[in-house]
Protein backbone atom coordinates (compact mmCIF):
# COMPACT_ATOMS: atom_id res chain seq x y z
CA UNK A 1 0.00 0.00 0.00
CA UNK A 2 1.42 3.47 -0.83
CA UNK A 3 -1.21 6.55 -1.38
CA UNK A 4 1.43 8.42 -3.37
CA UNK A 5 0.65 6.93 -7.02
CA UNK A 6 -3.22 8.29 -6.23
CA UNK A 7 -1.98 12.09 -5.10
CA UNK A 8 -1.30 12.81 -8.78
CA UNK A 9 -5.09 12.36 -9.23
CA UNK A 10 -6.93 12.76 -5.93
CA UNK A 11 -4.94 16.67 -5.43
CA UNK A 12 -6.49 18.02 -8.99
CA UNK A 13 -9.87 16.39 -8.34
CA UNK A 14 -10.67 18.14 -4.88
CA UNK A 15 -8.97 21.28 -6.10
CA UNK A 16 -11.67 21.35 -8.75
CA UNK A 17 -14.48 20.82 -6.65
CA UNK A 18 -13.16 23.54 -4.08
CA UNK A 19 -13.26 25.83 -6.94
CA UNK A 20 -16.71 25.81 -8.05
CA UNK A 21 -17.61 27.00 -4.46
CA UNK A 22 -15.48 30.79 -5.59
CA UNK A 23 -15.85 30.45 -9.19
CA UNK A 24 -17.23 34.05 -9.61
CA UNK A 25 -14.63 35.79 -7.32
CA UNK A 26 -11.66 35.48 -10.31
CA UNK A 27 -9.06 36.77 -8.60
CA UNK A 28 -9.26 34.03 -5.58
CA UNK A 29 -10.11 31.49 -8.20
CA UNK A 30 -7.01 32.34 -10.14
CA UNK A 31 -4.65 32.32 -7.29
CA UNK A 32 -6.40 29.23 -5.51
CA UNK A 33 -5.54 27.38 -8.69
CA UNK A 34 -1.93 28.47 -8.66
CA UNK A 35 -1.32 27.58 -5.53
CA UNK A 36 -2.70 24.34 -6.33
CA UNK A 37 -1.13 23.42 -9.56
CA UNK A 38 2.41 24.23 -7.80
CA UNK A 39 1.33 21.92 -5.23
CA UNK A 40 0.51 19.34 -7.61
CA UNK A 41 4.06 19.85 -9.50
CA UNK A 42 5.90 19.49 -6.80
CA UNK A 43 4.50 16.26 -5.51
CA UNK A 44 4.64 14.42 -8.78
CA UNK A 45 8.50 15.62 -8.81
CA UNK A 46 8.52 13.79 -5.10
CA UNK A 47 7.07 11.04 -6.81
CA UNK A 48 9.37 11.19 -9.77
CA UNK A 49 12.38 10.79 -7.98
CA UNK A 50 10.71 8.10 -5.12
CA UNK A 51 9.89 5.88 -8.19
CA UNK A 52 13.84 6.31 -9.55
CA UNK A 53 14.82 5.44 -6.27
CA UNK A 54 12.97 2.75 -5.15
CA UNK A 55 10.97 1.47 -8.43
CA UNK A 56 7.24 1.15 -9.22
CA UNK A 57 4.89 2.37 -6.32
CA UNK A 58 1.66 0.40 -7.15
CA UNK A 59 -1.45 1.21 -5.10
CA UNK A 60 -4.20 -1.40 -4.30
CA UNK A 61 -7.12 0.56 -3.96
CA UNK A 62 -9.87 -0.31 -1.07
CA UNK A 63 -7.14 -2.58 -0.20
CA UNK A 64 -8.38 -5.17 -2.09
CA UNK A 65 -5.47 -7.51 -3.54
CA UNK A 66 -4.37 -6.83 -7.03
CA UNK A 67 -6.32 -8.95 -10.07
CA UNK A 68 -9.86 -7.80 -7.85
CA UNK A 69 -9.89 -4.29 -6.92
CA UNK A 70 -8.31 -1.39 -9.02
CA UNK A 71 -4.83 -1.03 -9.24
CA UNK A 72 -2.86 2.12 -9.46
CA UNK A 73 0.61 1.04 -11.04
CA UNK A 74 3.26 4.41 -10.77
CA UNK A 75 5.99 2.61 -12.87
CA UNK A 76 8.36 5.21 -14.47
CA UNK A 77 6.63 5.66 -17.74
CA UNK A 78 3.41 6.64 -16.03
CA UNK A 79 5.17 9.05 -13.61
CA UNK A 80 7.22 10.55 -15.93
CA UNK A 81 4.15 11.27 -18.28
CA UNK A 82 2.28 12.90 -15.18
CA UNK A 83 5.15 15.13 -14.17
CA UNK A 84 5.12 16.46 -18.11
CA UNK A 85 1.33 16.65 -17.43
CA UNK A 86 1.75 18.83 -14.48
CA UNK A 87 4.71 21.09 -16.20
CA UNK A 88 2.48 22.36 -19.06
CA UNK A 89 -0.38 22.66 -16.52
CA UNK A 90 1.82 25.13 -14.78
CA UNK A 91 2.27 26.78 -17.91
CA UNK A 92 -1.29 27.16 -19.15
CA UNK A 93 -2.52 27.79 -15.30
CA UNK A 94 0.05 31.18 -15.48
CA UNK A 95 -1.00 31.85 -19.17
CA UNK A 96 -5.13 31.44 -18.71
CA UNK A 97 -5.66 34.23 -17.08
CA UNK A 98 -4.38 36.44 -19.38
CA UNK A 99 -5.81 34.78 -22.52
CA UNK A 100 -9.21 33.90 -21.22
CA UNK A 101 -12.05 36.67 -20.84
CA UNK A 102 -13.39 37.10 -17.62
CA UNK A 103 -16.92 35.68 -18.63
CA UNK A 104 -14.90 32.62 -19.25
CA UNK A 105 -13.15 32.23 -16.24
CA UNK A 106 -15.68 32.88 -13.82
CA UNK A 107 -17.60 30.25 -16.03
CA UNK A 108 -16.08 27.34 -14.55
CA UNK A 109 -12.59 27.18 -16.44
CA UNK A 110 -10.80 26.15 -13.55
CA UNK A 111 -12.75 23.10 -12.28
CA UNK A 112 -12.73 21.87 -16.01
CA UNK A 113 -9.24 22.15 -16.10
CA UNK A 114 -8.41 20.37 -12.97
CA UNK A 115 -10.63 17.91 -14.22
CA UNK A 116 -8.95 17.75 -17.34
CA UNK A 117 -5.41 17.07 -15.40
CA UNK A 118 -7.03 14.74 -13.06
CA UNK A 119 -8.53 12.62 -15.61
CA UNK A 120 -5.23 12.51 -17.95
CA UNK A 121 -3.17 12.03 -14.59
CA UNK A 122 -5.86 8.99 -14.16
CA UNK A 123 -5.37 7.23 -17.69
CA UNK A 124 -1.77 7.29 -17.19
CA UNK A 125 -1.55 5.71 -13.73
CA UNK A 126 -4.14 3.08 -13.81
CA UNK A 127 -4.00 -0.56 -13.91
CA UNK A 128 -6.90 -1.50 -15.14
CA UNK A 129 -8.57 -1.46 -18.40
CA UNK A 130 -12.18 -0.54 -17.50
CA UNK A 131 -10.45 1.81 -14.93
CA UNK A 132 -8.71 3.84 -17.95
CA UNK A 133 -12.23 3.61 -19.80
CA UNK A 134 -13.34 5.52 -17.25
CA UNK A 135 -10.56 8.31 -16.77
CA UNK A 136 -11.20 8.65 -20.96
CA UNK A 137 -14.39 10.23 -19.99
CA UNK A 138 -13.20 11.80 -17.24
CA UNK A 139 -11.29 13.54 -19.36
CA UNK A 140 -13.24 14.12 -22.29
CA UNK A 141 -16.24 15.68 -19.96
CA UNK A 142 -13.91 17.67 -19.31
CA UNK A 143 -12.99 18.44 -22.41
CA UNK A 144 -16.24 19.09 -23.68
CA UNK A 145 -16.78 22.11 -20.98
CA UNK A 146 -13.54 23.49 -21.76
CA UNK A 147 -14.22 23.37 -26.10
CA UNK A 148 -18.03 24.86 -25.72
CA UNK A 149 -16.68 27.46 -23.38
CA UNK A 150 -17.12 31.19 -24.76
CA UNK A 151 -20.06 29.54 -26.71
CA UNK A 152 -19.72 31.48 -30.23
CA UNK A 153 -21.34 29.64 -33.41
CA UNK A 154 -18.38 27.94 -34.54
CA UNK A 155 -17.27 26.40 -31.12
CA UNK A 156 -20.87 24.47 -30.75
CA UNK A 157 -20.68 23.72 -34.53
CA UNK A 158 -16.67 21.87 -33.83
CA UNK A 159 -17.82 20.69 -30.44
CA UNK A 160 -21.07 19.24 -31.86
CA UNK A 161 -18.52 17.13 -34.06
CA UNK A 162 -16.12 16.10 -31.23
CA UNK A 163 -18.58 15.22 -28.95
CA UNK A 164 -20.51 12.79 -31.50
CA UNK A 165 -16.77 11.29 -32.39
CA UNK A 166 -15.67 10.46 -28.95
CA UNK A 167 -19.09 9.11 -28.07
CA UNK A 168 -18.52 6.54 -30.42
CA UNK A 169 -15.01 5.54 -29.86
CA UNK A 170 -15.82 5.63 -25.99
CA UNK A 171 -18.94 2.98 -27.65
CA UNK A 172 -16.00 1.35 -29.48
CA UNK A 173 -13.98 1.26 -26.53
CA UNK A 174 -16.11 -0.92 -24.09
CA UNK A 175 -17.19 -3.15 -26.59
CA UNK A 176 -13.30 -4.23 -26.79
CA UNK A 177 -13.65 -4.33 -23.07
CA UNK A 178 -16.86 -6.51 -23.15
CA UNK A 179 -14.73 -8.47 -25.93
CA UNK A 180 -11.83 -9.01 -23.59
CA UNK A 181 -13.78 -9.68 -20.77
CA UNK A 182 -16.11 -12.34 -22.37
CA UNK A 183 -12.45 -14.21 -23.71
CA UNK A 184 -10.07 -13.82 -20.51
CA UNK A 185 -12.66 -13.31 -17.31
CA UNK A 186 -10.46 -10.13 -16.21
CA UNK A 187 -9.92 -6.13 -17.06
CA UNK A 188 -6.80 -6.28 -14.70
CA UNK A 189 -4.04 -4.98 -17.45
CA UNK A 190 -1.22 -7.28 -15.73
CA UNK A 191 -2.98 -10.53 -15.12
CA UNK A 192 -4.49 -10.20 -18.83
CA UNK A 193 -1.11 -9.96 -20.03
CA UNK A 194 -1.05 -12.81 -17.78
CA UNK A 195 -3.60 -14.72 -18.86
CA UNK A 196 -2.94 -13.79 -23.02
CA UNK A 197 0.83 -15.31 -22.49
CA UNK A 198 -0.92 -18.88 -20.85
CA UNK A 199 -3.20 -19.05 -23.91
CA UNK A 200 -0.92 -17.16 -26.30
CA UNK A 201 -2.43 -15.49 -29.55
CA UNK A 202 -5.47 -16.76 -31.03
CA UNK A 203 -7.31 -15.14 -33.54
CA UNK A 204 -9.86 -13.56 -31.85
CA UNK A 205 -7.12 -11.77 -29.29
CA UNK A 206 -5.68 -10.33 -32.24
CA UNK A 207 -9.05 -8.72 -33.70
CA UNK A 208 -9.68 -7.46 -29.72
CA UNK A 209 -6.14 -5.99 -29.67
CA UNK A 210 -7.08 -4.02 -33.66
CA UNK A 211 -10.10 -2.98 -32.07
CA UNK A 212 -8.55 -1.68 -29.13
CA UNK A 213 -5.97 -0.06 -31.39
CA UNK A 214 -8.42 1.71 -33.85
CA UNK A 215 -10.32 2.92 -30.33
CA UNK A 216 -7.35 4.89 -29.31
CA UNK A 217 -6.35 5.84 -32.47
CA UNK A 218 -9.95 7.89 -32.89
CA UNK A 219 -8.31 8.96 -29.08
CA UNK A 220 -4.43 9.59 -30.76
CA UNK A 221 -5.48 11.17 -34.31
CA UNK A 222 -3.89 8.45 -36.31
CA UNK A 223 -4.61 8.24 -40.19
CA UNK A 224 -6.70 6.92 -41.15
CA UNK A 225 -8.92 8.57 -38.18
CA UNK A 226 -7.39 12.18 -37.54
CA UNK A 227 -9.98 14.10 -39.57
CA UNK A 228 -12.10 15.24 -36.63
CA UNK A 229 -9.05 17.19 -34.78
CA UNK A 230 -7.75 19.86 -37.10
CA UNK A 231 -10.95 22.12 -37.08
CA UNK A 232 -12.11 21.04 -33.03
CA UNK A 233 -8.54 22.08 -32.11
CA UNK A 234 -8.89 25.46 -33.50
CA UNK A 235 -11.75 27.19 -32.24
CA UNK A 236 -11.04 27.15 -28.56
CA UNK A 237 -9.50 29.50 -26.62
CA UNK A 238 -5.20 29.23 -27.46
CA UNK A 239 -4.79 27.99 -23.62
CA UNK A 240 -7.32 25.67 -24.33
CA UNK A 241 -5.92 24.22 -27.24
CA UNK A 242 -2.79 24.11 -25.68
CA UNK A 243 -4.24 21.78 -23.32
CA UNK A 244 -5.79 19.50 -25.81
CA UNK A 245 -2.93 19.43 -28.36
CA UNK A 246 -0.69 18.35 -25.74
CA UNK A 247 -2.49 16.13 -23.53
CA UNK A 248 -5.54 14.16 -25.07
CA UNK A 249 -3.86 12.46 -28.61
CA UNK A 250 -0.79 12.16 -26.18
CA UNK A 251 -3.01 9.94 -24.07
CA UNK A 252 -4.54 7.88 -27.18
CA UNK A 253 -0.68 7.07 -27.60
CA UNK A 254 0.00 5.96 -24.18
CA UNK A 255 -2.26 3.46 -24.29
CA UNK A 256 -1.11 2.07 -27.38
CA UNK A 257 2.31 1.90 -25.46
CA UNK A 258 0.84 0.70 -22.97
CA UNK A 259 -1.30 -2.29 -24.58
CA UNK A 260 1.20 -3.32 -27.01
CA UNK A 261 3.85 -3.28 -24.99
CA UNK A 262 2.30 -5.67 -21.94
CA UNK A 263 -0.68 -7.43 -23.32
CA UNK A 264 -0.90 -7.83 -27.40
CA UNK A 265 2.56 -9.08 -27.79
CA UNK A 266 2.26 -12.18 -29.10
CA UNK A 267 1.61 -11.29 -33.42
CA UNK A 268 3.73 -8.69 -34.12
CA UNK A 269 3.60 -9.58 -37.63
CA UNK A 270 -0.02 -8.51 -38.00
CA UNK A 271 -0.21 -5.47 -35.77
CA UNK A 272 3.09 -4.38 -35.50
CA UNK A 273 3.49 -4.07 -39.37
CA UNK A 274 0.07 -2.63 -39.49
CA UNK A 275 1.15 0.17 -36.81
CA UNK A 276 3.85 1.09 -39.23
CA UNK A 277 2.30 1.39 -42.46
CA UNK A 278 -0.20 3.84 -40.30
CA UNK A 279 2.72 5.36 -38.87
CA UNK A 280 3.88 6.55 -42.30
CA UNK A 281 0.71 7.50 -43.80
CA UNK A 282 -0.22 9.66 -40.42
CA UNK A 283 3.27 11.60 -40.95
CA UNK A 284 2.40 12.18 -44.50
CA UNK A 285 -1.09 13.34 -44.17
CA UNK A 286 -0.34 15.27 -41.20
CA UNK A 287 2.22 17.55 -42.83
CA UNK A 288 0.51 17.76 -45.97
CA UNK A 289 -2.12 19.27 -43.79
CA UNK A 290 0.43 21.60 -41.88
CA UNK A 291 1.27 22.92 -45.26
CA UNK A 292 -1.67 23.56 -46.56
CA UNK A 293 -3.46 26.30 -44.41
CA UNK A 294 -2.20 29.78 -43.85
CA UNK A 295 -4.17 29.74 -40.20
CA UNK A 296 -1.23 30.42 -37.68
CA UNK A 297 -3.39 27.71 -35.31
CA UNK A 298 -4.22 25.37 -37.88
CA UNK A 299 -0.59 24.50 -38.80
CA UNK A 300 0.55 23.81 -35.41
CA UNK A 301 -2.54 21.48 -34.81
CA UNK A 302 -1.62 19.67 -37.97
CA UNK A 303 1.91 19.39 -36.80
CA UNK A 304 0.22 16.87 -33.95
CA UNK A 305 -0.28 14.71 -36.15
CA UNK A 306 3.02 13.49 -37.87
CA UNK A 307 4.52 13.69 -34.45
CA UNK A 308 1.95 11.04 -33.54
CA UNK A 309 2.70 8.98 -36.83
CA UNK A 310 6.65 9.27 -34.96
CA UNK A 311 5.75 7.84 -32.04
CA UNK A 312 4.08 5.48 -33.41
CA UNK A 313 6.46 4.12 -35.51
CA UNK A 314 8.56 3.58 -32.89
CA UNK A 315 5.61 1.06 -31.46
CA UNK A 316 5.63 -0.45 -34.50
CA UNK A 317 9.45 -1.59 -34.85
CA UNK A 318 9.20 -2.43 -31.25
CA UNK A 319 13.03 -2.68 -30.73
CA UNK A 320 14.84 -0.97 -27.90
CA UNK A 321 16.22 2.11 -29.96
CA UNK A 322 12.62 2.22 -31.69
CA UNK A 323 10.65 2.43 -28.18
CA UNK A 324 13.06 4.32 -26.92
CA UNK A 325 12.38 7.00 -29.57
CA UNK A 326 8.97 6.80 -28.64
CA UNK A 327 9.30 7.49 -25.00
CA UNK A 328 11.84 10.19 -25.59
CA UNK A 329 9.40 11.97 -28.25
CA UNK A 330 6.37 11.67 -26.48
CA UNK A 331 7.44 13.15 -23.24
CA UNK A 332 9.50 16.35 -25.68
CA UNK A 333 6.40 16.54 -27.68
CA UNK A 334 3.66 17.52 -25.15
CA UNK A 335 5.80 19.94 -24.13
CA UNK A 336 6.42 21.98 -27.07
CA UNK A 337 3.17 21.25 -28.69
CA UNK A 338 1.99 23.31 -25.57
CA UNK A 339 4.74 25.95 -25.97
CA UNK A 340 3.92 26.70 -29.29
CA UNK A 341 -0.28 26.67 -28.81
CA UNK A 342 0.85 29.33 -26.15
CA UNK A 343 2.89 31.11 -28.43
CA UNK A 344 0.85 31.00 -31.42
CA UNK A 345 -1.75 32.31 -28.66
CA UNK A 346 0.27 35.39 -27.91
CA UNK A 347 0.87 36.09 -31.63
CA UNK A 348 -2.89 35.97 -32.10
CA UNK A 349 -3.52 38.13 -29.48
CA UNK A 350 -1.04 41.06 -30.76
CA UNK A 351 -2.19 40.69 -34.33
CA UNK A 352 -5.87 40.18 -33.95
CA UNK A 353 -6.13 37.82 -36.60
CA UNK A 354 -4.85 33.59 -37.06
CA UNK A 355 -4.26 34.54 -41.07
CA UNK A 356 -0.51 34.46 -41.52
CA UNK A 357 -1.56 36.50 -44.38
CA UNK A 358 -2.12 39.32 -42.88
CA UNK A 359 1.09 39.56 -40.34
CA UNK A 360 3.90 40.71 -41.18
CA UNK A 361 7.14 42.40 -39.66
CA UNK A 362 6.42 40.99 -36.29
CA UNK A 363 10.32 40.62 -35.34
CA UNK A 364 10.43 44.43 -34.85
CA UNK A 365 7.58 44.71 -32.16
CA UNK A 366 8.20 41.51 -30.41
CA UNK A 367 11.94 40.13 -30.95
CA UNK A 368 11.57 37.58 -27.63
CA UNK A 369 8.62 35.98 -29.03
CA UNK A 370 10.33 35.59 -32.73
CA UNK A 371 12.93 34.16 -31.46
CA UNK A 372 10.82 32.16 -29.34
CA UNK A 373 9.21 30.73 -32.46
CA UNK A 374 12.38 30.24 -34.01
CA UNK A 375 13.73 27.93 -31.58
CA UNK A 376 10.45 26.71 -30.94
CA UNK A 377 10.00 25.64 -34.96
CA UNK A 378 13.85 23.87 -34.40
CA UNK A 379 12.80 22.05 -31.38
CA UNK A 380 9.89 20.65 -33.43
CA UNK A 381 11.68 19.76 -36.61
CA UNK A 382 14.47 18.07 -35.07
CA UNK A 383 17.69 20.74 -35.05
CA UNK A 384 20.57 18.67 -33.08
CA UNK A 385 21.18 20.58 -29.95
CA UNK A 386 16.99 20.34 -29.21
CA UNK A 387 15.15 17.72 -28.23
CA UNK A 388 13.43 16.30 -30.99
CA UNK A 389 16.61 15.83 -32.78
CA UNK A 390 16.94 12.91 -30.03
CA UNK A 391 14.23 11.10 -30.16
CA UNK A 392 13.75 11.05 -34.07
CA UNK A 393 17.81 9.94 -34.22
CA UNK A 394 16.88 7.16 -31.72
CA UNK A 395 13.31 6.52 -33.65
CA UNK A 396 15.59 6.19 -37.39
CA UNK A 397 18.45 4.40 -35.57
CA UNK A 398 15.51 1.58 -34.51
CA UNK A 399 14.26 1.81 -38.00
CA UNK A 400 17.66 1.31 -39.90
CA UNK A 401 18.46 -2.35 -37.34
CA UNK A 402 15.25 -3.45 -38.71
CA UNK A 403 15.90 -2.71 -42.36
CA UNK A 404 13.07 -0.71 -42.91
CA UNK A 405 14.49 1.74 -45.08
CA UNK A 406 11.29 3.25 -46.51
CA UNK A 407 9.93 4.55 -43.26
CA UNK A 408 13.40 5.91 -42.70
CA UNK A 409 13.34 8.52 -45.79
CA UNK A 410 9.52 9.07 -45.09
CA UNK A 411 10.29 10.50 -41.51
CA UNK A 412 13.24 12.33 -42.60
CA UNK A 413 11.05 13.68 -45.19
CA UNK A 414 8.42 14.47 -42.71
CA UNK A 415 10.86 16.21 -40.71
CA UNK A 416 11.70 18.62 -44.02
CA UNK A 417 8.61 19.45 -44.38
CA UNK A 418 7.56 20.31 -40.52
CA UNK A 419 10.34 22.71 -40.77
CA UNK A 420 9.47 24.55 -43.60
CA UNK A 421 5.78 24.56 -42.23
CA UNK A 422 6.57 25.95 -38.64
CA UNK A 423 9.44 28.18 -40.41
CA UNK A 424 6.71 29.71 -42.75
CA UNK A 425 5.55 31.35 -40.14
CA UNK A 426 8.44 32.78 -38.65
CA UNK A 427 9.33 34.08 -41.98
CA UNK A 428 6.06 35.68 -43.11
CA UNK A 429 5.07 36.90 -39.80
CA UNK A 430 8.06 37.60 -38.45
CA UNK A 431 10.40 39.23 -40.86
CA UNK A 432 9.48 42.08 -42.99
CA UNK A 433 9.59 45.59 -42.86
CA UNK A 434 8.32 46.79 -40.22
CA UNK A 435 4.78 47.64 -40.31
CA UNK A 436 3.24 50.10 -37.23
CA UNK A 437 0.56 47.19 -35.01
CA UNK A 438 -2.72 48.47 -34.14
CA UNK A 439 -1.93 48.32 -30.56
CA UNK A 440 -5.43 49.93 -29.68
CA UNK A 441 -6.38 46.54 -27.63
CA UNK A 442 -3.30 45.65 -26.70
CA UNK A 443 -2.31 45.51 -23.14
CA UNK A 444 1.21 45.18 -22.74
CA UNK A 445 1.06 43.00 -19.37
CA UNK A 446 -0.87 40.70 -20.51
CA UNK A 447 0.91 40.37 -23.57
CA UNK A 448 4.20 39.89 -20.98
CA UNK A 449 2.11 37.08 -19.35
CA UNK A 450 1.20 34.74 -22.56
CA UNK A 451 5.38 35.36 -23.18
CA UNK A 452 6.52 34.11 -19.77
CA UNK A 453 4.98 30.69 -19.47
CA UNK A 454 5.64 29.57 -23.27
CA UNK A 455 9.13 30.61 -22.41
CA UNK A 456 9.18 29.01 -19.20
CA UNK A 457 7.92 25.46 -21.43
CA UNK A 458 10.31 26.73 -24.15
CA UNK A 459 13.22 26.35 -21.93
CA UNK A 460 12.19 22.89 -20.29
CA UNK A 461 12.53 21.74 -23.81
CA UNK A 462 15.87 23.21 -24.64
CA UNK A 463 17.25 21.91 -20.97
CA UNK A 464 15.14 18.08 -22.39
CA UNK A 465 17.44 18.91 -25.36
CA UNK A 466 20.85 19.77 -24.11
CA UNK A 467 20.96 17.76 -20.89
CA UNK A 468 19.79 14.66 -22.71
CA UNK A 469 22.65 12.79 -21.00
CA UNK A 470 20.81 13.56 -17.72
CA UNK A 471 17.59 11.97 -19.09
CA UNK A 472 18.34 8.62 -21.37
CA UNK A 473 19.24 6.91 -18.33
CA UNK A 474 15.68 7.27 -16.89
CA UNK A 475 15.07 6.69 -20.88
CA UNK A 476 16.46 3.55 -20.59
CA UNK A 477 14.77 2.34 -17.48
CA UNK A 478 11.41 3.00 -18.86
CA UNK A 479 12.05 1.25 -22.54
CA UNK A 480 13.83 -1.65 -20.62
CA UNK A 481 10.82 -2.54 -18.62
CA UNK A 482 8.34 -1.87 -21.94
CA UNK A 483 9.90 -4.24 -23.48
CA UNK A 484 9.42 -6.82 -20.56
CA UNK A 485 6.43 -7.23 -19.69
CA UNK A 486 7.77 -9.65 -16.80
CA UNK A 487 8.12 -6.43 -14.54
CA UNK A 488 4.97 -5.09 -14.63
CA UNK A 489 2.95 -8.14 -14.08
CA UNK A 490 5.36 -9.08 -11.40
CA UNK A 491 5.07 -4.86 -9.38
CA UNK A 492 1.24 -5.82 -10.14
CA UNK A 493 0.56 -9.15 -8.96
CA UNK A 494 3.54 -9.68 -6.64
CA UNK A 495 4.03 -13.35 -7.02
CA UNK B 1 -54.38 30.57 -20.30
CA UNK B 2 -54.10 28.49 -17.31
CA UNK B 3 -55.84 25.16 -16.40
CA UNK B 4 -57.55 24.00 -13.48
CA UNK B 5 -55.26 21.46 -11.95
CA UNK B 6 -56.39 20.49 -9.03
CA UNK B 7 -56.44 16.91 -9.21
CA UNK B 8 -52.80 16.99 -10.49
CA UNK B 9 -51.34 19.14 -7.09
CA UNK B 10 -53.58 17.45 -4.72
CA UNK B 11 -52.57 13.81 -5.52
CA UNK B 12 -48.81 15.58 -6.13
CA UNK B 13 -48.94 16.64 -2.46
CA UNK B 14 -49.28 12.85 -1.43
CA UNK B 15 -47.36 11.42 -4.18
CA UNK B 16 -44.67 13.02 -3.90
CA UNK B 17 -44.13 12.45 0.02
CA UNK B 18 -44.55 8.59 -0.62
CA UNK B 19 -41.69 9.25 -3.50
CA UNK B 20 -39.45 11.16 -1.03
CA UNK B 21 -39.71 8.34 1.64
CA UNK B 22 -39.16 5.21 -0.99
CA UNK B 23 -36.00 7.48 -2.20
CA UNK B 24 -34.60 7.52 1.06
CA UNK B 25 -35.30 3.94 1.66
CA UNK B 26 -33.83 2.62 -1.79
CA UNK B 27 -30.63 4.80 -0.48
CA UNK B 28 -30.13 3.22 2.57
CA UNK B 29 -31.06 -0.30 1.92
CA UNK B 30 -28.34 -0.18 -0.90
CA UNK B 31 -25.58 -2.37 1.02
CA UNK B 32 -27.50 -5.79 1.44
CA UNK B 33 -30.67 -5.30 -1.68
CA UNK B 34 -31.17 -3.18 -4.27
CA UNK B 35 -30.67 0.16 -3.91
CA UNK B 36 -28.05 2.81 -3.66
CA UNK B 37 -27.00 6.16 -3.66
CA UNK B 38 -27.26 6.41 -7.50
CA UNK B 39 -31.22 5.45 -7.72
CA UNK B 40 -32.15 6.95 -4.94
CA UNK B 41 -31.20 10.47 -6.31
CA UNK B 42 -32.54 9.82 -9.29
CA UNK B 43 -35.64 8.99 -7.24
CA UNK B 44 -35.67 11.84 -4.95
CA UNK B 45 -35.28 14.06 -8.16
CA UNK B 46 -37.89 12.65 -9.77
CA UNK B 47 -40.36 13.66 -6.40
CA UNK B 48 -38.93 17.27 -6.47
CA UNK B 49 -39.53 17.79 -10.35
CA UNK B 50 -43.11 16.00 -9.85
CA UNK B 51 -43.85 19.25 -7.61
CA UNK B 52 -42.06 21.77 -9.97
CA UNK B 53 -44.31 20.12 -12.47
CA UNK B 54 -47.29 20.19 -10.35
CA UNK B 55 -46.66 23.56 -8.44
CA UNK B 56 -44.49 26.10 -11.28
CA UNK B 57 -41.34 27.07 -10.15
CA UNK B 58 -41.51 29.71 -7.78
CA UNK B 59 -43.38 28.33 -5.08
CA UNK B 60 -41.18 25.34 -4.66
CA UNK B 61 -37.77 27.67 -5.32
CA UNK B 62 -39.46 29.21 -2.18
CA UNK B 63 -39.89 25.80 0.07
CA UNK B 64 -36.55 24.16 -1.14
CA UNK B 65 -34.24 27.19 -0.87
CA UNK B 66 -31.04 24.82 -2.19
CA UNK B 67 -28.45 25.53 -4.71
CA UNK B 68 -29.11 22.16 -6.38
CA UNK B 69 -25.78 24.24 -8.55
CA UNK B 70 -23.65 23.86 -5.43
CA UNK B 71 -25.28 20.56 -4.73
CA UNK B 72 -22.81 18.61 -7.08
CA UNK B 73 -19.60 20.28 -5.98
CA UNK B 74 -20.86 19.35 -2.18
CA UNK B 75 -21.84 15.88 -3.02
CA UNK B 76 -18.23 14.95 -4.84
CA UNK B 77 -16.36 16.44 -2.09
CA UNK B 78 -17.80 14.65 0.34
CA UNK B 79 -17.54 11.26 -2.14
CA UNK B 80 -13.63 12.05 -2.66
CA UNK B 81 -12.91 13.11 1.03
CA UNK B 82 -13.99 9.72 2.10
CA UNK B 83 -11.24 8.31 -0.02
CA UNK B 84 -8.52 10.78 0.95
CA UNK B 85 -9.92 9.76 5.19
CA UNK B 86 -8.16 6.99 4.81
CA UNK B 87 -4.86 8.43 4.63
CA UNK B 88 -5.34 9.54 7.98
CA UNK B 89 -5.06 6.39 9.17
CA UNK B 90 -2.59 4.70 7.05
CA UNK B 91 -4.92 2.95 5.25
CA UNK B 92 -4.65 2.70 1.00
CA UNK B 93 -6.94 4.79 -0.91
CA UNK B 94 -11.43 4.32 -0.69
CA UNK B 95 -10.28 2.09 2.03
CA UNK B 96 -13.47 1.09 4.00
CA UNK B 97 -14.28 0.43 7.13
CA UNK B 98 -17.79 -0.40 9.67
CA UNK B 99 -18.84 -1.10 12.87
CA UNK B 100 -21.72 -1.74 14.96
CA UNK B 101 -23.45 0.80 17.15
CA UNK B 102 -26.20 0.77 19.29
CA UNK B 103 -28.70 3.60 18.25
CA UNK B 104 -32.20 4.76 20.22
CA UNK B 105 -35.12 2.90 18.40
CA UNK B 106 -32.96 1.52 16.10
CA UNK B 107 -31.63 -0.85 17.79
CA UNK B 108 -28.17 -2.15 17.20
CA UNK B 109 -27.13 -1.61 13.52
CA UNK B 110 -24.08 -1.52 11.39
CA UNK B 111 -22.69 1.54 9.94
CA UNK B 112 -19.91 1.53 7.67
CA UNK B 113 -18.19 4.46 5.81
CA UNK B 114 -19.13 3.65 2.49
CA UNK B 115 -22.89 5.08 3.82
CA UNK B 116 -20.58 8.88 3.46
CA UNK B 117 -19.30 7.64 -0.06
CA UNK B 118 -23.01 6.93 -1.05
CA UNK B 119 -24.83 9.64 0.58
CA UNK B 120 -21.72 11.74 -1.82
CA UNK B 121 -23.22 10.18 -4.90
CA UNK B 122 -26.91 10.68 -3.80
CA UNK B 123 -26.37 14.34 -3.67
CA UNK B 124 -24.21 14.70 -6.50
CA UNK B 125 -27.22 12.73 -8.95
CA UNK B 126 -29.84 15.02 -7.19
CA UNK B 127 -27.58 18.18 -8.03
CA UNK B 128 -26.83 17.00 -11.66
CA UNK B 129 -30.57 15.94 -12.26
CA UNK B 130 -32.17 19.24 -11.17
CA UNK B 131 -29.85 21.80 -12.74
CA UNK B 132 -30.01 19.61 -16.02
CA UNK B 133 -33.67 19.85 -15.82
CA UNK B 134 -34.24 23.96 -14.28
CA UNK B 135 -32.10 25.19 -16.26
CA UNK B 136 -33.81 23.75 -19.42
CA UNK B 137 -37.18 24.67 -17.88
CA UNK B 138 -36.28 27.91 -16.56
CA UNK B 139 -35.05 29.04 -19.90
CA UNK B 140 -37.92 32.26 -20.66
Known sequence: ?495 | MRTNDLILRTTTALIAFILLGFSIYLFLAGHQSPGGGFIGGLMTSAAIVLMYMAYGLEPIAKIIPVNFKLMIPAGLLIAALTGVGSFVFGESFLSQTYGHFHLPLFGDIELATAMLFDLGVYLTVIGVTLTIMLTIAGDE
Open chain 1, 1 to 495: MSNLAVLPIIIPLLAGIVAVFFAKKTMAVRIFAQVLTLLNLAVSIGIAFYVIQYGTVTLETGGWAAPYGIILVADPLAIFLVLTTNIIATASVFYAPNSLTHKQEQFYFYTFYFLLISGVSGAFLTGDLFNLFVFFEVLLMASYGLIVLGGEKIQLRESLKYVLLNLFSSMLFVTAIAFLYSVTGTVNMAQLAERIQEVEQTGILTTIGILLFFVFATKGAIFPLYFWMPKSYIVPNSVVSALFGALLTKVGIYSIVRTFTLIFIHNPEVTHELFLWLAALTMIFGVIGALSTNNVKLIIVYNIIPAVGFMLMGIGLFNHDGLAGSVYYLLQDIIIKACLFLMVGALIYVTGTSNLKKMKGLIHHFPLLGWMFFIGGLVLAGIPPFSGFIGKLLLLQGAIQEGRYVIVIIGLLTSLLILLSIMRIFTRGFWGERTELDTGNIQPKRVRGLIIPAFGLLSVCVVLGIGAEWFIPHIETITNQLLDPEIYIDSVLKE
